[in-house]
C-alpha cells in the first residue's frame, strides 16, 4: 500500500531550527517533494529530491534516503511567517500520471 | 503570470444538490490534477488531464464526479448529487511540463454539503 508519515505538529522558537522527517512506503517513486501551505492558500512547492543526498536551498534544505525511505525538511533561523503546514509527498510516476502522494502534513507553529 | 484560480473559494450546498468547481491553470500548462482533502485526512489525488484528455481518473471517487476540461484550457468538477462526506477542500494543481519539480496549486475550492 501507499503510506506516508509526519508529526501532526511540531512548535519551535523564532531564531532556531527544526526539523520535520518523513517517512514513505510507496509503490512508485518519481522524487520527494516538501510544499508549504498556509492556511486557507494553495500548497507552495519548496523544494524536492530524486536522489539521496541533501538539497540546500536558502533557510531550507531537504535531505532523502532511498533505501530508508526516509526524508527531512531543515528550516533555519526561523521566522514567524514560517508558521504554516508542511507537506510530504511523494511523486508515483507508475500510470504515467506523475500525481502527488501526500502525508496528512506537519503543523508548524514559531514562537516569538 | 497568473497562478491558477479556483472558483468559487467557498460553497455550501444541501444534501442532493449540484455543485460545480472551476479551475483556470497556468496559460500554456498542459497538465491539470484535482486533488481533494476531507477534514483531517491527507490531500488526495482525483485525476489527472493532458491538454483536453483524461490520462488518469483512477482518484475519482464514484461516477458521482464528472470531471471536464473542454479545449484544453480551464477544468471543471461536478459533483451531482452531492453527498456530506464530498465536504472538503478541492484542489487543482498545473504544470507545463510532465513530471516538472513542483507543480503550481491553486487555493482551493472549500466545498461544505449540510
Known amino acids: 500500500g501507499q503510506n506516508i508519515d509526519q508529526p501532526t505538529e511540531m512548535t519551535a522558537t523564532e531564531g532556531a531550527i527544526v526539523q520535520i522527517n518523513c517517512t514513505y512506503q510507496t509503490s512508485g517513486f518519481n522524487g520527494l517533494f516538501w510544499y508549504q501551505q498556509h492556511a486557507g492558500e494553495a500548497p507552495t512547492f519548496l523544494s524536492y529530491n530524486v536522489l539521496d543526498g541533501l538539497e540546500e536551498k536558502g533557510r531550507f534544505s531537504s535531505f532523502l534516503s532511498r533505501s530508508k525511505g526516509y526524508s527531512y525538511l531543515l528550516l533555519k533561523e526561523l521566522q514567524m511567517k514560517d508558521s504554516a503546514s508542511y507537506l510530504c509527498a511523494v511523486r508515483d510516476s507508475t500510470s504515467g500520471t506523475y500525481k502527488y502522494i501526500f502525508g496528512t502534513g506537519t503543523r508548524l507553529k514559531v514562537l516569538a | 503570470e497568473a497562478g491558477v484560480t479556483q472558483f468559487p473559494s467557498h460553497s455550501v450546498i444541501e444534501k442532493g444538490q449540484t455543485v460545480t468547481l472551476r479551475c483556470d491553470p497556468i496559460s500554456g500548462h498542459d497538465n491539470l490534477y484535482w486533488y481533494r482533502r476531507v477534514m483531517g485526512k491527507e490531500i488526495k489525488f482525483l485525476l489527472h488531464?493532458?491538454?483536453?484528455?483524461?490520462?488518469?481518473e483512477s482518484g475519482m471517487p464514484n461516477n458521482r464526479f464528472l470531471a471536464e476540461r473542454t479545449g484544453g484550457t480551464y477544468s471543471t468538477l461536478k459533483v451531482q448529487p452531492a453527498e456530506l462526506e464530498d465536504s472538503g477542500v478541492y484542489f487543482c494543481?498545473?504544470?507545463?511540463?510532465?513530471?516538472?519539480?513542483?507543480?503550481?496549486f491553486g487555493s482551493g475550492t472549500r466545498l461544505t454539503v449540510v
Open positions: 488531464f493532458v491538454k483536453e484528455s483524461k490520462q488518469d
Open positions: 494543481a498545473s504544470s507545463q511540463v510532465l513530471g516538472q519539480a513542483g507543480y503550481t
